[in-house]
C-alpha cells in the first residue's frame, strides 16, 4: 500500500486527482456526488469534460441517493469509469454487483474513511459552508456529528473495505490542510502515475479510526436498545411499524431491493373478499390497508442480511419510523448466523444461494 | 363451560417426505391431534419463507415445515435451501421479539410414520402449553 500526500484540502487534492485521470485520458468520465452551483443542491453527477469537475463535492456529508444503486444503472461500463463513494455505498454496490445489477469491471472506485451523512431534512435546508466546516471539524477530530444519521453514528464499517483508492478523513487532524490518498490496489497505483508527488509505502494508520470506533460502538449499543422500545415483542412491532403509510418508499430507495416488481406490490399476497369477511367477524374491525408488518418483516427476510445500514429508509421515512435502525440490527444477527459481512468480498457469495451440508442442526427439531 | 383450545397448525409438508410419512402414521393408525393442517408441497424448499411469517400473522398457533433428511431431497438439494432460509426467519422473530418457538422445522423421510405421529403430538403440546397466538386479535397488522 503506498500513500501520496498533498499540501491541500482533502476535497481540493481528491478533486486535482479526478481531474489528473480524465485529463490524461486514464478513465473517460467521473461519478461524484457534485453541487449544482445554480440550484445549490446536491445530485450526482456522471462527468466526462474537466471543467465540469469544478462543482463535483466528492466528500461531502451528502447522500442523495445510495450512489452504489444509482451506479448499477451504468456499470459495467464499456470505458474505465473512476467513481467516489462513501464506504456503505460502496458495500451496497457489491451486494448488487453479486446480484448481478452492475459489474466492477473498469470501475476505479475511490472511498473515504467516512464520519457519516448529514439527515436528508439537514441536506435540503441548505448547508452552507459554516456547517460543512463544523462537519469537518467533528470527522477530523475522529468525533460524532450530532446532526449525522442514526446508523452512521452507529455504524463501525466507516473504513472502506475493498476500495483501490481511500481518502483519509477519520481522525485525520490535518485533513483541513493536506490530502492524504492511499492507492491499495495495483490498479490504483497505476491510476496515479504521474500525479502529484511520489507516492510513500505506507499502510493504512488504523489508530486515526481507533478513537471513532469506540465512540461509534458505544452509540450502535445505545442504538441497538432503543430498538422496538428495548422490549421487541408483537405489540412493540406494531408500535414501531404501525405509523407506516404503506408508500414503500424505504424498499425503493433500499440499494439492496433490487427486484423490478416487488413481491409486496405485485399481486401475490393479496388478499380476497371471504378473508375480510372472516376477519371481521373474528376481530370487529381491521386495519386497512392490511399488511404493514407482513411488509416490512417480509423485507427483512429478503433482504436483512445484505443490509450495509446506510441509513436511506429512515431518511426517506414520511412517517419518521425507525427503518433504519432496525433493519441494522436484525440484518446484523442474521447475517451473523452465516458469518457474513455484506459487501466485505465480491467472491463472498449471498447466503441464501449457497448451503453447506452440514449446519444449523440447531434449527431443526 | 370453558373452551378448550385447540390451536391451528398450519403444516407445509414435502410430497415425497413428510406427506407420505403423515399418510402412514395415517395408514398405522396412529394418533395425532386434529390441529395440524397439511398443506401439501413439491418441496420444502417450496415454501416461500414469507408463507411463514403470512401464516403467523394471520394467527397460525404454530407453523410446521416438514421435509426430507439432508441428502434424501427427491430434487436434491431443496431441503438445504429450506434449513437456511427458515434459519432467517426464525433469527428474525428471536430478533424482533416475537414467538419464534412457534415456528418448527422437522425432517421426517417417508418410512417415519411414528417419527410424524410424534412430532405432530410434541409441537401440539407445546403450541397448547403457550396459549393462543396473540396476532389472531390484533387489529393492526
Known amino acids: 500500500m503506498s500513500r501520496i500526500d498533498l499540501q491541500k484540502a482533502s476535497s481540493k487534492g481528491l478533486k486535482e486527482l479526478l481531474g489528473h485521470l480524465l485529463g490524461s485520458g486514464k478513465v473517460s468520465a467521473v461519478f461524484s456526488l457534485r453541487k449544482d452551483p445554480e440550484t445549490g443542491s446536491y445530485d450526482l453527477g456522471l462527468i466526462t469534460e474537466e471543467a465540469g469537475l469544478e462543482t463535483v463535492k466528492p466528500l461531502a456529508p451528502v447522500m442523495i441517493a445510495n450512489a452504489g444503486q444509482v451506479l448499477s444503472s451504468f456499470a459495467p461500463s464499456a470505458e474505465p469509469i473512476a467513481v467516489v463513494l462513501k464506504p456503505c455505498e460502496l458495500r451496497a454496490f457489491i451486494e448488487r454487483a453479486k446480484r448481478e445489477q452492475g459489474s466492477l469491471e473498469n470501475i476505479l472506485t475511490i472511498s473515504m474513511t467516512c464520519g457519516g451523512v448529514l439527515t436528508l431534512d439537514r441536506v435540503v435546508s441548505g448547508l452552507d459552508s459554516d456547517k460543512i466546516g463544523d462537519y469537518e471539524n467533528h470527522c477530523f477530530a475522529g468525533d460524532i456529528h450530532s446532526e449525522t444519521r442514526e446508523t452512521c453514528k452507529a455504524c463501525e464499517y466507516f473504513v472502506p473495505m475493498n476500495a483501490d483508492i481511500t481518502v483519509s478523513m477519520v481522525g485525520q487532524k490535518d485533513a483541513g490542510t493536506k490530502c492524504h490518498i492511499y492507492l491499495n490496489t495495483d490498479l490504483a497505483k497505476e491510476m496515479a502515475k504521474g500525479f502529484g508527488p511520489d507516492p510513500v509505502e505506507e499502510d493504512f494508520d488504523n489508530s486515526l479510526v481507533e478513537g471513532l470506533a469506540s465512540k461509534r460502538a458505544a452509540e450502535k449499543e445505545k442504538l441497538y436498545g432503543a430498538v422496538m422500545s428495548g422490549k421487541g415483542g408483537l405489540d412493540a412491532v406494531i408500535d414501531t411499524f404501525g405509523k407506516c403509510l404503506g408508500c414503500h418508499g424505504c424498499s425503493r430507495v433500499c440499494p439492496i431491493c433490487y427486484c423490478m416488481i416487488c413481491d409486496f406490490e405485485s399481486r401475490n399476497f393479496d388478499n380476497d373478499m371471504p378473508y375480510f369477511e372472516k376477519e371481521l367477524e373474528q376481530k370487529g374491525a381491521l386495519r386497512l390497508p392490511p399488511d404493514t408488518m407482513f411488509f416490512h418483516i417480509g423485507r427483512m427476510i429478503h433482504m436483512s442480511f445484505s443490509c450495509v445500514g446506510c441509513g436511506q429508509c429512515s431518511d426517506v421515512c414520511p412517517a419518521d419510523i425507525p427503518v433504519a435502525s432496525v433493519f441494522k440490527k436484525v440484518g446484523e444477527e442474521t447475517a451473523a448466523i452465516f458469518e457474513y459481512v455484506p459487501g466485505r468480498d465480491i467472491e463472498e457469495a449471498i447466503p441464501v444461494m449457497v448451503f453447506k451440508e452440514e449446519e444449523f442442526t440447531e434449527f431443526i427439531d | ?141
Open chain 2, 1 to 141: 363451560m370453558e373452551k378448550t383450545f385447540v390451536p391451528r397448525i398450519t403444516s407445509f409438508l414435502c410430497t415425497w417426505c413428510s406427506y407420505t410419512g403423515a399418510d402412514l402414521a395415517g395408514t398405522g393408525r396412529m394418533q395425532y391431534p386434529t390441529a395440524i393442517i397439511p398443506i401439501k408441497v413439491m418441496c420444502s424448499s417450496r415454501v416461500d419463507p414469507v408463507f411463514i411469517l403470512k401464516a403467523y400473522l394471520k394467527g397460525s398457533d404454530g407453523v410446521f415445515l416438514g421435509g426430507c433428511h439432508p441428502g434424501d431431497c427427491h430434487y436434491e438439494v431443496g431441503n438445504y435451501h429450506t434449513r437456511r432460509r427458515f434459519a432467517i426467519v426464525k433469527k428474525i422473530f428471536e430478533s424482533l421479539g416475537l414467538e419464534a418457538e412457534r415456528l418448527r422445522l422437522s425432517w421426517i423421510s417417508a418410512s417415519e410414520g411414528p417419527k410424524f405421529a410424534r412430532v405432530a403430538n410434541e409441537f401440539t403440546e407445546k403450541i397448547i402449553e403457550m396459549g393462543e397466538n396473540e396476532a389472531k386479535k390484533k387489529i393492526f397488522l
